[in-house]
């Protein structure tokens, strides 16, 4: 899924798998702050928005 | 390579005369260059309208699908792969085929052929490794390996995989060849670049979904494409839709994709769709050690868990 | 109707000027192919080609178009009201269209511009654009337009025919609309006394090339049910991959089907081209199809053109000829074999017609 998504140019680190079990969660506090982070950093996206049906 | 034809009719026809299966499927002469046509025989007689040459390219696993006849099926090596899928998810069982093999020495690119020429080409001939184009004032002779399709020249596996019976003697299997090179040239590149490039590969996509048709893995009674309730993409020729179906095709074929070309071929405007299996299919061989429809033995890549999947994906 | 000569200086300067009062359109090197586009500023449209990929169908109608935009916004006064999307409607000339892509909007003018029907978008943008047409010199060997209604200097359709000699163009107004456009692009000098005859030769000369024929004189008088029912059906269409591409290829071809999009509040009602080869063009809400199988599929296809078309109308068929379906269909599905079979159908015979390719 990743890989090919990477491959078709959409960034590394807009996409993230994350196995969490439901007693964990503090691991999921930080996954989802990581994510958060890195997404942030990559800015909004521009690909794969799609505009022809925004009235 | 046409010295088979006499082969396949004479096996059909003995086939048929026997009643060893209802039907011989096969290929015929097509009415123009470079374009033959998949058919279907009943009787002995009609066994002469069957060909084979270097344009029978389209994959004859496709019209299996679901057949509940015993069928005698003409089949180079990838085609024999996607039977041997079929066989693996159900679609025919490994009984009803009579599986006619054909050792292939690949398949003419027509999109090649007809880009390298201004004029239209009337005539097409071939004699061993040699390819005569001709048409209105020209004539041009190409070597075969000039015009094979990509996934021909690139191909490992052009013996059947299994097969009932043989058209002639096994060829030698390509070495040293690189099936994966355009996808490692996409693979060096930014993010960015990539993003365009795709853009640029499927800017003049009409969606008429001759790729996926073509396909003899794409046999779900209703594709997600044409899904309306509910409906997971849009019909228009968005760029974010078209760009969409590509995407889930191929994701719908990973470790099941033969790479024999079919949807590139069918395109009927010349677009590399494979660019998008074939970097699928390297995945899997890296990750997975997996080629698709090499035996009816084990289990797909995609359909199995190790323990030792490789997961570095997953934080 | 005189004859103008065009030399290629004043081509060149002929197209600037239209591009003031026109969209100019004209065949344009796309990837490995020609395709109808737009020309920008010093392009001019390429002259030594033998068709385009896709017809230039979508000048007038696009593959997608968005006919009304709305709001489910309930805040909103215009909630819920279809508002009609502006339309660009500037005159447009397509510049080297073929004589047979020119007729296919003659039969097409049929089905969006009626008595019962009119269709705006179709009509609105039809009457907008000029047709120049340019004679094929060199029709392709799938080309059988001179048994489907035209040929290579068939003028039905067209506002001009531009006639090819060496370096030399002869234009021909054939409406007031093609008149107009000469005008405006300042083309005026008129060719010799004899360029008239040299054209005549030229155009015996192109339809003695045309080497594809359909035969369609029996068409009309075959019963819609003995066709229908011809055992060839399921032997003919067995190779089809049901992809719709000579429906979207075809200049002739003229379904639809309208969506809504929405996202998140807001949408367009659009429409977009159809197939009749795709199952999903006539299964219902109930999940019945009534054509079911690829056969009935293909069959409506050729039925359509060929037979149900040629009843109604009473005018050949709904075909002019192009070959592009030939050409594009990758699993060599060709109309002139079919249309062969329907025409020299014989009921009382069909056992061998099932055999014989
Ligand atoms: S066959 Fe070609 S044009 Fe048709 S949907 Fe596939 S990529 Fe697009
Ligand atoms: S006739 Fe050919 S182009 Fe048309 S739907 Fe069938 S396979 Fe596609
Ligand atoms: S049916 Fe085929 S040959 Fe006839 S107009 Fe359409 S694309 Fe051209």
Same mark, same amino acid.
């Given at each position: ?21 439901? /007693? $964990?969660?503090? !691991?999921? &506090? ?12 990559? /800015? $909004?996206?521009? !690909?794969? &928005? ?6 | ?315 | ?357």
């Amino acid at each position: 899924m990743k890989n090919l998504l990477e491959h078709t140019g959409i960034e590394p680190g807009r996409l993230h798998f994350s196995w969490i079990s439901s /007693a $964990e969660s503090t !691991k999921f &506090v930080d996954v989802v702050k990581k994510i958060t982070e890195e997404v942030k950093a990559l /800015a $909004e996206t521009k !690909k794969y &928005v799609k505009t022809s049906t925004q009235g | 390579m046409t010295a088979y034809t006499d082969k396949i009719r004479q096996i059909a026809s003995k086939l048929l005369t026997e009643g060893k299966v209802d039907m011989v499927i096969g290929f015929r002469k097509g009415s123009i260059p470079m374009m033959n046509q998949p058919l279907f025989i009943k009787t002995p007689g009609e066994a002469q309208e069957l060909i084979w040459d270097s344009h029978c390219a389209l994959n004859l696993a496709n019209y299996v699908t679901n057949r509940k006849e015993k069928i005698g099926i003409v089949a180079k090596g990838c085609d024999s792969r996607n039977l041997v899928t079929h066989i693996i998810e159900n679609k025919i069982t490994r009984e009803q085929l009579h599986i006619i093999g054909v050792p292939c020495t690949g398949m003419v690119d027509r999109h090649k052929v007809s880009a390298m020429i201004e004029a239209e080409i009337t005539a097409i001939e071939e004699s061993g490794d040699s390819i005569k184009i001709s048409g209105n004032g020209f004539s041009k002779e190409l070597k075969k390996t000039e015009v094979l399709q990509e996934n021909c020249a690139g191909c490992t596996h052009r013996n059947p995989v299994i097969y009932d019976e043989l058209v002639g003697e096994l060829v030698p299997e390509q070495s040293g060849v690189d099936p994966y090179a355009s996808v490692r040239e996409v693979e060096s590149m930014s993010p960015e670049e990539k993003w365009n490039y795709f853009e640029d590969l499927i800017s003049n996509c009409i969606r008429c979904y001759a790729c996926r048709n073509a396909c003899p893995l794409c046999y779900c009674p209703t594709c997600f494409v044409d899904e309306s309730r509910p409906q997971w993409v849009g019909k228009s020729q968005d760029p974010t839709d078209v760009r969409t179906f590509h995407l889930l095709r191929a994701y719908h074929c990973a470790g099941r994709c033969s790479d024999c070309g079919a949807c590139e071929r069918a395109c009927p405007m010349g677009i590399k769709v494979r660019e998008f299996t074939k970097k699928l299919n390297k995945d899997c061989l890296e990750l997975y050690g997996w080629e698709a429809g090499l035996t009816v033995d084990a289990r797909p890549a995609l359909d199995t868990f190790k323990a030792d999947d490789p997961q570095d994906f997953i934080k | 109707m005189n004859l103008i000569q065009i030399d290629a200086q004043s081509w060149a300067k002929g197209i600037e000027k239209l591009k003031a009062v026109y969209r100019t359109f004209g065949p344009k090197k796309e990837k490995n192919d020609l395709e109808f586009k737009e020309l920008q500023a010093g392009e001019l449209p390429e002259l030594h080609f033998q068709n385009t990929r896709m017809s230039p169908k979508a000048l007038v109608y696009p593959q997608t178009q968005a006919m009304f935009t709305y709001s489910l916004d309930e805040s909103r006064e215009d909630c819920r009201i279809l508002k009609e999307v502006k339309r660009d409607e500037k005159p447009q000339a397509a510049i080297g269209i073929r004589p047979c892509d020119a007729l296919a909007f003659k039969l097409v003018q049929r089905n969006f511009d009626s008595r019962e029907y009119q269709d705006v978008y179709w009509i609105n943008a039809y009457e907008a654009t000029t047709l120049v047409g340019l004679a094929c010199d060199h029709p392709c060997s799938t080309c059988f337009c001179t048994s489907a209604g035209t040929g290579p200097f068939g003028e039905e359709g067209l506002d001009v025919l531009l006639i090819q000699q060496n370096d030399t163009l002869y234009a021909k107004a054939i409406t007031q609309k093609g008149e107009s456009l000469i005008q405006a692009a300042g083309w005026k000098s008129a060719a010799a006394k004899d360029a008239a005859g040299n054209m005549d030769a030229l155009k015996t000369k192109a339809e003695s090339e045309i080497s594809a024929f359909v035969e369609t004189d029996k068409l009309k008088q075959k019963k819609i049910m003995e066709i229908y029912e011809a055992p060839f059906w399921e032997a003919e269409t067995f190779s089809c991959i049901n992809c719709g591409t000579c429906t979207f290829v075809c200049p002739t071809c003229w379904c639809f089907d309208i969506q809504d999009e929405t996202h998140g509040k807001s949408g367009v009602r659009m429409r977009n081209w159809d197939t009749c080869m795709s199952p999903l063009f006539t299964i219902h809400a109930s999940g019945h199809n009534p054509r079911e199988h690829k056969y009935e599929r293909v069959r409506q296809r050729f039925m359509h053109k060929l037979k149900y078309y040629v009843d109604k109308y009473n005018d050949g068929i709904q075909c002019v000829g192009c070959g592009r379906c030939i050409r594009s269909c990758p699993v060599n599905i060709d109309i002139r074999k079919i249309c062969n079979k329907m025409n020299s159908f014989d009921p009382q015979s069909c056992s061998c017609e099932v055999a014989s390719s």
